[in-house]
């Protein structure tokens, strides 16, 4: 027990009092969110212009890239012009593309907890538009941070102002 493993023995005394609840899988139709949906949460997005302008960057990224949350935090956190255009060159990715997509090396994103083992994301894609919002994010010199469930922005540490300054708390 010390060391959280479980014999055999005692998965089986679970399992004799415990029951075993089946359900049928839902289809991928089933787990779609519809439009509408999207449209109804990305117009519940509140806060104060800058704060609600800071919540649908990330809301965007989430849902036009498939990025989990604490990459796209990461991502808004760590976003470089400059990798963008690399990435464009290392994956030889055409004009037309770049035009419309933005593609960007998820590999030059730090993220806390991220294993080697574990699902990775390699590369994030999203509208190009997305690009513009990710940079004026850049120029407040702001983080977003996420702790037990609750969104917040906070003032940059490069930028000389302590990790506690937030300026918005969900």
Do not use: H
């Amino acid at each position: 027990m010390k060391t959280g493993r479980k014999r055999a023995s005692e998965i089986e005394d679970y399992r004799a009092v415990i029951p075993t609840i089946r359900s049928n899988a839902k289809s991928e139709t089933e787990k779609a969110i519809s439009v509408n949906e999207i449209i109804r949460a990305y117009r519940a997005i509140q806060g104060e212009a800058e704060n609600k302008r800071i919540r649908q960057t990330l809301f965007k990224l989430l849902v036009f890239s498939g990025l989990r949350i604490k990459e796209a935090i990461a991502l808004m956190n760590q976003f470089n012009v400059e990798t963008l255009e690399q990435t464009y060159k290392a994956f030889n990715i055409p004009d037309e593309i770049r035009e419309k997509l933005a593609v960007y090396d998820m590999e030059t994103v730090k993220i806390s907890g991220r294993k080697e083992t574990t699902k990775r994301t390699y590369v994030a894609i999203f509208p190009k538009e997305i690009v513009s919002d990710l940079i004026w994010f850049k120029s407040l010199g702001r983080d977003v941070t996420r702790r037990l469930g609750t969104l917040n922005v906070c003032s940059n540490q490069k930028a000389g102002l302590s990790q506690n300054s937030c300026g918005l708390s969900t």
